[in-house]
C-alpha cells in the first residue's frame, strides 16, 4: 500500500479532486467514470456514468446521501466485462457488496478501479434534499466535523438508521484499489489518499498523483475508536430490537403492513437475482389456491405470503447482508427491515465465520461443503 | 443380426436367480428351470440374514438398489421361468444342447391363479407343513412358502381327499383336481448352466440328538421359522413339547458337518454364522433366554463377520462353548434335555429346555450326472477346476453355487454372477463375435410386451388412477383402505381408487395395468411402501407400459405411516389420508421427467494388474469391450507373483503366466504401467479419468474417457512386530515358509520341531478386527508340504479356530492325520516367544492339558494375514468409500459385494477383502459381469429427478456449479446460463437449493409443488 498527502490551497477540495478524475478519466486507466454527481434540480446527488472530462464538474466523492446502492448500478455495468475499465467513487458499504457481488459473478471486478472515500454518514434523500433546498451545506458540514472524529447529523435531519450503527465507515485497500480518507483529516487543508502498489505506481508514471508515503495516523486512530463506538451501540440497537421481535407473532408484527412492494428487494444491492422467485410463476398462485387457503383457515392475509418473502430474502441471502440498510430507505411504510437483517444475519455470520465485504477470496457459504456434511447413508464422501 | 444365444439355468434358487437375470440383462434368451412350483430355493425360509439382521431379499437382486429378483425374473422379457420340472437328460455339445424336461402338473394352472388363497381355507385337509418341518400345519392345496407372492399353489395329491371344494370356490377356474399329468418338453440351448443348490441333512441324520424322539430338539430349519415374524409364534422361540418360553437353548453345530461317520466330511460354511444370527435374535427378543453355541470352531471367514461374532458374545450375551456333544437325553417328566459334551478333557453335562441342531448342507442329484460324465467329488458336489471355478469337466456346461460345494449366500452371488460372465465369454468365443443386444427378439409369450412410446399426459385433461397396497394384508390391517378409496374417488379428476393386494408384484402391476387401460389414467398414486423399495420397480414398469415416470407418485402408507403409528388407528388413518392428499396435489403439478437417454462409453477402466485385474479383462475384453488396464507397478501380475502353489495343488505361477500373455496379447486392453490416477469424474455410462504414467515423463497426462470402472488395487501382507518377528531369524512368516517349500530348501529336512501362530494380527478388536481367510489353508498347505518334504518334522499349530470351510476341511482332516498338532488358545491368553539361547521358546496354554506348556521350536512360522492397501487418496479422488478396515466398501455385504452404491463402478480381488486366489478370480469375474451389464445397454436414461434451468430466471451466480458435487453444471460463458450436463446429474438436487431465484427446479421437487404438497399436508 501507498500513500500521499495532497496539500491543498484554501477549501479547494472538490476542486482538487475533480483535477484528480479529470487526469485520470483522460488517462488509459479507465475509459469512464461512475461518481456521485449533482442531479439537475441540484438538491440531490446520484451516480453518473461519465465519459466527457467536461462533465465531472458538480460532482462530490463525499456526497452524504445514497438515493441507489452503486453496487447494483456496477453489477448492471460489468456482470459481463464491458470492454473498458470504470473507475467507480463508491462508499464503504458500496465496495463491501461489490465484493459479494463478485463471489457472485455479476460484478467482474477486474473491469473495474474501484475508489472507496470515508463515509461520515448520510442523509435519507429526502431529507438531504430538503436540507440543500433551505440552503444548508450537509457535506461541507459533515467533513469540517470529521477532523475531530465524530459527526453529528444536521438538527434538522437525522441520518439514516444503517448509519448509525455501522462498523465500517472506512476502508483500507484490501478490497479496493484507492481508499480516500477523511476521518480525521483536515480537508480544507488536505486530501489523504491511500492506493495499491500497483495502481500507485501507474498512477505515478502516468503524472496523475504522486504518492510520498505521508501517513495519516490520527485517521487511523479514530477509524479504531469509531468502530468500537459504533459496535457498542448496534449491539444495544438490535439487541432491543431483538427483545421486541422475538417470536412468531412478533415478526407477524413487524411485518404487519408489509403490502409486498419489493422495494427492499429491489434496492438492496445483494439481492441480485434477475427476477425473484416471488415475481416467478412459482408464485403465481390460482384464484382457488387462494379461497382453498382462505377455507382451510378461516382467512387469509391479503396480499398473501409476506412474511414468507421476508424470510425468504433472509434465507437466500442475510449471510452476505453488509448492511447498506438501503431496504429501510426503500420501504414505504417504515419497516425496520435492516433492524431484522442485521440481527439474523450477524448470528447466521458469525455461526458460519464469514464476514460479508471482507475479503474476495473467501467463498460463499452455501457453496462450500465439509466433509462430514457430504456423508450420506452409504458412508459415500463427496471432495 | 445373429439369432440370440439359448441359456438353460438349472435351479431356481440365488445361483439360478441371479445368473438368469444377468444373462437375460445381457441379451442372452435365458430358460430357468425350478424343480419346485416356484423359484426362489431357501430364501423364503429366511426371515434376516446375518451379518446385517435385515431380510435382505430385495438386496438379492444383481440390479443395484434394491428390487426384488423374484419379481425381476419374472418381469424380464429375456427370461423364462419354467417350474416344476426336472431336467432328465442332456444331449448335444456346447452350442447345441438339447435338454428334456419333466414337468409335473400340480392340479393348480399357475398362469390362471391369482393367489387369493381361497381354496386353501376351504380344503378340510390338515397336514404338517414341510416348509417347516411339521411346526405348522398346511392344506392339502398349499402355498409352497408361506408369505411369499406368486409362491404358487399346488395340490398335494397324496393327502388330497378330492371333495372338491377347493374347485367350487376357485374365482378363476385354475384348479384341476385330477391334472398331475407328466409331461416332456425338449429344449435347446447354446450352454448349461447348474444351480441346483443344496439341501439340509436330515434332522434325524444324529439319532443321538434325539430329533423326532424328543420333542424339545429342534432343527435350525424350524428355528429359523420360530424365529421369523411370520412364523408360527411371530418371532419367539417356544418348546415345542408345551409351548412356553425355553429358559436355557443350546445349539450344536456341525449336525452332518465334518463328519466322516456320516459320509459328510466337509464344513457346510454357514452354520456357525446362522446359528450366530438365530442365537442374537432370541436374545434380542427374548432377553430372559440363555443361549449357548457348542461348536468345534467358530467359521465366519467373511470380512465383518468377526465383528458379529463379537456382537453375538458381547452385546447380546451369546455363550459359546467350544466341544462336542456326544448325546442329548431327555428328562421324561420334564421334557429338558440333557446334553453329554466333551469339553477336551472330560464330559460335562449341561440341561436345558430346548435343543437347535444346527443342519448341514447336503449335496444335490443331477438325474443327467451320469449320463454326461459330469465329474462330482466324493460327496456328490461338483468337480471345478480351481482357477476355472465355474467351469465344469464338460465344454459348455457351467456350474455355480453350493452345488460347487457350500457356501452362503455372498460366495454364491457372486459366483452366480461369475458364472454368467463364463457363458457369455465362452459364447461369445464360439461366435467370434460379440453378442451384447440387449433388445432382442422376443419370441415368447412374456409378461409385458416392449415399451410403447411416452404419451404427452402432461397436455391431457388429468385422469387420475389411485391404488392402496394391503401389502399383504399388513397395511391393511389398520388402515381402512376402502373408507379412503370411497373419500379419494369424490375427489375432481380421479378416475378410479382401487385397494390392490401386492403392489410390489407382477400380478399387482398387471392389476395396475388393467386399470389404467380401463379408465385410461394418465397420472397415478400409489400408496404403498417406501419410495426406496418401490420406485425401482415402478420406473421399469412405467418405461415398460410407455408411462411417464414421474406420473406415478408414491405414498409411503407403510414406513412413514403405519409403522411409526402402529396400534393407533386415529393417526395412522387421518395421517394417511394426509399423505395421500399431498399426493394428490404432487401428481397434479409434478412436470414430466426427461426422457433423455445418455449413450454409454465402450471402454472400462480397470486399476490394479493383478490377478483380479487381469481377469476382470480379460472378462470384458473377451465379450467386446476395449479395456484400459492401470497398473502402479513396472510389470503385471501383483501378488501372484509371489504365490508359489495353493492348497488344492495349482501353480500359480502358470495361472499369473496365462493371464499376463493373454492380456498382452489381446489387443482390445491397452496396458499403462508404472501409473498412477490423479483425477476422475463422470457418472454411470460416462466417466473420465486422469492417469499419469511415470514411464512416459514430461507426457501430458492420458485422459480415459470409459463407461465401467474396476477397481482391484490389491492388498498387502500384513506387517508384524508381534513374537519376535524381525528380531530372530527363526521367526518368519508363512509366506516366507511357502517360498523355502517352493525352492526345495534342503536345510528344512533338518528341522526337528516347527510351532505355526495362527491370526497375528487379525481377529482382534482395536487392531484388525477382520478374519484374513486365507491364514488357516496356508498353513494347512505348508504343514502338508512340510510334511511331505519331512515327515519327522513335529509341527504343532497354535490356534483360535481353524477356519477350513467347506471342502477344505479335507485338508485339515489329512493334516490331522499326518501327525500335525492342532492346539487351540484364546485371544486374552495369547502365546507368549522369548529367545532361549540359539532357540526359541514358545509358551502358550494348553486348554486339554490344562497346563502351560514351552516348546522349543527351530522354526517359528507366524500367520501374519492380509491388511489393506493404503487407498486413501485414489478413493478421495474417486469420491468412493472404503470400510472400517481400509477395503474398498461394498454395497451391500449380502448380494452386491462387488459393487459400490449406484451403478457403473465395481470393486473386486483383495481391494476388497481378504480372499483365496480361486475366490479372487471369482469375484473380478463377477465384477466383470456386473460391468458389462451396464455396457451392454449402450444407453442409459438420463436421471429422472434432473434438474432444469430456466433462462429467463438464471443469473449466472454460479453457486450451482459450486455447489454441484458431480460437475454436472458449468456456466455458459456465452451466454452466463448455469447448463446441466444430464449425463452427470445424480439428481441429488444440491444447485436447485442454493439457487435463490428457482432458475434451478429439480424435477419432483419443484418449489412450487412441494410448497402445494406442504401445503396440502398441513391442512
Redesign the interface.
Known amino acids: 500500500m501507498k500513500t500521499t498527502v495532497i496539500d491543498l490551497s484554501a477549501d479547494s477540495f472538490n476542486g482538487e479532486i475533480e483535477a484528480f478524475l479529470t487526469r485520470l478519466l483522460e488517462s488509459d486507466l479507465v475509459g469512464s467514470l461512475l461518481v456521485p454527481k449533482r442531479t439537475t434540480g441540484g438538491d440531490n446527488y446520484v451516480h453518473a456514468l461519465i465519459k466527457n472530462p467536461a462533465l465531472l464538474a458538480d460532482t462530490d466523492i463525499g456526497a452524504p446521501v445514497m438515493p441507489v446502492q452503486a453496487a447494483r448500478i456496477i453489477s448492471n455495468l460489468t456482470f459481463r466485462a464491458p470492454g473498458e475499465k470504470i473507475g467507480v467513487v463508491v462508499k464503504p458499504c458500496e465496495a463491501r457488496a461489490l465484493v459479494e457481488l463478485t463471489k457472485f459473478k455479476q460484478i467482474d471486478r477486474d473491469s473495474v478501479l474501484i475508489i472507496a472515500v470515508d463515509c461520515l454518514g448520510t442523509y435519507e434523500p429526502k431529507n438531504f434534499s430538503a436540507l440543500v433546498k433551505s440552503g444548508k451545506t450537509p457535506a461541507l458540514d459533515l467533513r469540517k466535523q470529521a477532523v475531530a472524529g465524530a459527526c453529528s447529523a444536521d438538527e434538522a435531519a437525522p441520518f439514516r438508521s444503517a448509519c448509525e450503527i455501522c462498523e465500517y465507515p472506512a476502508l483500507d485497500t484490501s478490497i479496493v484499489d484507492m481508499v480516500v480518507g477523511i476521518w480525521g483529516v483536515d480537508t480544507e487543508k488536505q486530501i489523504y489518499v491511500e492506493a495499491t502498489d500497483d495502481l500507485a505506481q501507474a498512477l505515478g508514471e502516468k503524472s496523475i498523483l504522486e504518492f510520498n508515503d505521508q501517513e495519516n495516523s490520527k485517521r487511523q486512530e479514530i477509524i479504531t475508536s469509531l468502530k468500537a463506538e459504533r459496535t457498542k451501540v448496534c449491539t444495544q440497537v438490535l439487541g432491543d430490537f431483538q427483545q421486541q421481535v422475538n417470536s412468531i407473532k412478533g415478526i407477524q408484527e413487524l411485518l404487519s403492513t408489509c403490502m409486498r412492494c419489493h422495494n427492499c428487494m429491489i434496492n438492496c444491492p445483494i439481492c441480485y437475482c434477475r427476477e425473484c422467485v416471488f415475481r416467478s410463476p412459482t408464485f403465481e398462485h390460482t384464484p382457488d389456491q387462494y379461497l382453498g387457503w382462505a377455507e382451510d383457515k378461516g382467512a387469509i392475509r391479503m396480499p398473501a405470503n409476506t412474511v414468507m418473502f421476508h424470510l425468504t430474502r433472509l434465507n437466500h441471502m442475510v449471510i452476505s447482508c453488509i448492511g447498506c440498510g438501503m431496504c429501510d430507505t426503500a420501504c414505504p411504510n417504515d419497516i425496520p427491515v435492516m433492524s431484522l437483517f442485521r440481527t439474523v444475519g450477524g448470528k447466521a455470520q458469525k455461526m458460519m465465520e464469514y464476514e460479508p465485504g471482507r475479503s474476495y477470496d473467501e467463498p460463499a457459504p452455501a457453496t462450500t461443503f465439509q466433509d462430514t456434511e457430504l456423508v450420506t447413508e452409504a458412508g459415500m464422501t463427496g471432495h | 443380426m445373429d439369432k440370440p444365444k439359448k441359456v438353460v439355468v438349472v435351479g431356481g434358487g440365488f445361483a439360478g436367480m441371479t445368473a438368469a437375470l444377468q444373462l437375460a440383462e445381457q441379451g442372452t434368451k435365458v430358460t430357468l428351470v425350478e424343480k419346485e412350483v416356484a423359484i426362489g430355493g431357501f430364501f423364503p425360509l429366511l426371515d434376516n440374514t446375518f451379518p446385517t439382521n435385515s431380510c435382505g431379499v430385495c438386496f438379492l437382486s444383481p440390479k443395484q438398489p434394491a428390487y426384488c429378483p423374484f419379481v425381476e425374473c419374472r418381469l424380464h422379457e429375456n427370461l423364462e421361468i419354467k417350474v416344476s420340472s426336472r431336467p432328465v437328460s442332456l444331449k448335444g455339445e456346447a452350442g447345441d444342447f438339447k435338454m428334456t424336461l419333466a414337468t409335473t402338473a400340480q392340479g393348480v394352472d399357475q398362469e390362471k391363479c391369482i393367489d387369493c388363497g381361497k381354496c386353501s381355507e376351504v380344503c378340510p385337509v390338515s397336514v404338517p407343513y414341510e416348509f417347516s418341518e411339521g411346526l405348522e400345519e398346511r392344506s392339502a392345496i398349499y402355498k409352497l412358502y408361506p408369505k411369499m407372492v406368486n409362491a404358487g399353489y399346488r395340490i398335494d395329491s397324496e393327502n388330497c381327499t378330492k371333495c372338491g371344494a377347493c374347485v367350487e370356490i376357485c374365482p378363476t377356474q385354475a384348479i384341476d383336481i385330477e391334472d398331475f399329468a407328466v409331461s416332456e418338453t425338449e429344449i435347446e440351448a447354446d450352454a448349461v448352466l447348474l444351480t441346483p443348490g443344496f439341501s439340509l441333512v436330515e434332522s434325524s441324520l444324529k439319532g443321538e440328538y434325539g430329533f423326532g424322539r424328543y420333542q424339545n430338539v429342534v432343527s435350525s430349519r424350524q428355528l429359523e421359522r420360530m424365529v421369523s415374524f411370520s412364523g408360527p409364534s411371530q418371532g419367539k422361540p417356544l418348546a415345542p413339547a408345551d409351548g412356553s418360553t425355553p429358559q436355557r437353548i443350546a445349539f450344536i453345530q456341525c449336525v452332518g458337518s465334518r463328519d466322516k461317520s456320516c459320509g459328510r466330511g466337509y464344513c457346510s460354511s454357514v452354520c456357525c454364522m446362522y446359528a450366530t444370527k438365530q442365537a442374537m435374535f432370541i436374545r434380542e427378543r427374548s432377553p430372559e433366554i440363555e443361549v449357548v453355541i457348542y461348536y468345534m470352531d467358530l467359521r465366519g471367514m467373511g470380512k465383518g463377520y468377526e465383528k458379529y461374532f463379537n456382537q453375538a458374545k458381547n452385546e447380546f450375551g451369546v455363550e459359546y462353548r467350544r466341544s462336542m456333544v456326544s448325546t442329548v437325553k431327555e428328562d421324561p417328566k420334564s421334557k429338558k434335555l440333557n446334553l453329554i459334551y466333551d469339553s477336551g478333557n472330560e464330559f460335562l453335562e449341561d440341561q436345558v429346555d430346548m435343543v437347535v441342531l444346527s443342519l448341514g448342507f447336503d449335496a444335490p442329484t443331477i438325474d443327467f450326472a451320469t449320463d454326461i460324465e459330469l465329474e462330482l467329488d466324493d460327496y456328490g458336489f461338483c468337480r471345478t477346476p480351481e482357477f476355472t471355478p465355474t467351469l465344469t469337466s464338460k465344454p459348455g456346461l457351467f456350474a455355480a453355487g453350493a452345488f460347487n460345494g457350500p457356501k452362503d449366500i455372498p460366495e454364491t452371488v457372486l459366483e452366480a454372477s461369475a458364472a454368467a460372465d463364463a457363458v457369455l465369454v465362452s459364447l461369445a468365443a464360439a461366435d467370434g463375435a460379440v453378442e451384447t443386444n440387449t433388445d432382442c427378439e422376443n419370441d415368447s409369450a412374456e409378461v409385458l410386451p416392449t415399451a410403447p412410446e411416452e404419451g404427452e399426459v402432461w397436455i391431457e385433461e388429468p385422469k387420475i388412477g389411485i391404488f392402496l397396497c394391503a401389502c399383504a394384508g399388513t397395511i391393511a390391517a389398520e388402515i381402512d383402505l376402502e373408507n379412503i378409496c370411497s373419500d379419494l374417488k369424490k375427489r375432481p379428476y380421479v378416475a378410479c381408487a382401487e385397494i390392490v393386494d401386492n403392489t410390489c408384484t407382477p400380478d399387482g402391476l398387471l392389476g395396475l395395468r388393467r386399470f389404467i387401460g380401463e379408465h385410461e389414467l394418465n397420472r397415478i398414486i400409489i400408496g404403498a411402501c417406501s419410495v426406496r423399495d418401490m420406485e425401482r420397480s415402478l420406473d421399469d414398469f412405467a418405461d415398460k407400459i410407455g408411462f411417464n415416470r414421474n406420473a406415478f407418485v408414491i405414498t409411503n402408507l407403510r414406513e412413514q405411516c403405519l409403522f411409526p403409528h402402529m396400534g393407533n388407528p386415529e393417526v395412522v388413518n387421518s395421517k394417511a389420508k394426509a399423505l395421500l392428499s399431498a399426493s394428490y396435489v404432487q401428481v397434479f403439478n409434478n412436470l414430466p421427467a426427461p426422457s433423455l437417454s445418455v449413450s454409454v462409453g465402450d471402454r472400462a477402466l480397470v486399476i490394479g494388474g493383478g490377478v483380479a485385474g487381469l481377469n476382470a479383462s480379460l472378462s470384458l475384453a473377451a465379450r467386446g469391450y476395449q479395456v484400459s488396464l492401470v497398473e502402479k507397478a513396472d510389470k503385471l501380475g501383483g501378488r501372484l507373483l509371489d504365490a508359489h502353489f495353493t492348497l488344492e495343488g495349482s501353480k500359480p505361477a502358470e495361472l499369473v503366466e496365462k493371464l499376463v500373455a493373454a492380456v498382452t496379447e489381446n489387443d482390445k486392453i491397452e496396458v499403462l504401467l508404472q501409473s498412477e490416477i490423479t483425477a476422475h469424474h463422470g457418472r454411470v455410462g460416462n466417466y473420465s479419468t486422469t492417469v499419469k504414467s511415470a514411464s512416459a515423463e514430461g507426457d501430458e497426462p492420458k485422459i480415459i474417457d470409459h463407461g465401467v470402472l474396476i477397481l482391484a488395487t490389491g492388498a498387502q501382507e500384513a506387517a508384524t512386530e508381534e513374537y519376535l518377528f524381525g528380531q530372530n531369524e527363526n521367526v518368519i512368516v508363512q509366506s516366507e515358509l511357502e517360498k523355502r517349500l517352493a525352492a526345495v530348501d534342503t536345510s528344512l529336512n533338518e528341522l526337528k520341531e516347527v510351532v505355526m501362530i495362527q491370526c497375528v494380527g487379525s481377529r482382534e478388536a482395536g487392531k484388525r478386527e477382520y478374519c484374513s481367510r486365507v491364514c488357516c489353508t496356508h498353513a494347512l498347505k505348508n504343514a502338508l508340504c512340510l510334511k511331505e518334504l519331512s515327515p519327522a518334522t513335529k509341527i504343532t499349530v497354535l490356534y483360535r479356530d481353524i477356519r477350513a470351510y467347506g471342502l477344505f476341511e479335507d485338508y485339515y482332516l489329512k493334516a490331522r492325520e499326518l501327525g500335525v498338532l492342532f492346539t487351540p488358545y484364546e485371544v486374552d491368553k495369547k502365546p507368549e516367544v522369548q529367545a532361549n539361547g540359539a532357540g526359541i521358546d514358545v509358551n502358550y496354554y494348553d486348554q486339554i492339558l490344562r497346563k502351560d506348556v514351552t516348546l522349543n521350536p527351530d522354526l517359528l512360522v507366524l500367520s501374519v494375514g492380509i491388511e489393506p492397501r493404503d487407498v486413501s487418496e485414489l478413493a ?1 479422488i474417486m ?3 472404503l ?1 472400517e478396515y481400509g477395503f474398498f ?1 461394498e ?1 451391500n455385504s449380502k448380494a452386491a459385494l462387488v459393487d459400490f ?1 449406484g451403478e457403473g463402478r465395481y470393486h473386486c480381488g483383495l481391494a476388497s477383502a481378504p480372499m483365496h486366489i480361486k475366490e479372487a478370480l471369482i469375484r473380478s469375474q463377477a465384477a466383470a459381469s456386473r460391468a458389462a451389464t451396464v455396457l451392454a445397454r449402450k444407453e442409459i436414461k438420463a436421471e429422472k429427478h434432473m434438474v432444469t434451468v ?1 433462462t ?8 450451482c456449479v ?2 454441484c ?1 458431480y460437475n454436472a453444471r458449468e ?1 455458459n460463458l456465452a451466454s ?1 446460463i448455469a447448463e446441466i450436463h444430464p449425463e452427470l446429474c445424480h439428481g441429488c438436487g444440491s444447485c436447485a437449493a ?1 439457487c ?4 434451478t427446479q429439480q424435477i419432483g421437487f419443484d ?2 409443488q412441494m ?2 404438497v406442504t ?1 396440502a399436508l398441513m ?1
Open positions: 478421495q469420491a468412493l468409500p470400510d466398501a454395497a452404491v430456466s429467463r430466471l438464471c443469473s449466472g451466480c454460479g453457486l459450486e455447489a458435487p456456466i452466463m442454493v435463490p431465484n428457482g432458475a418449489k412450487g410448497m402445494s401445503q391442512r
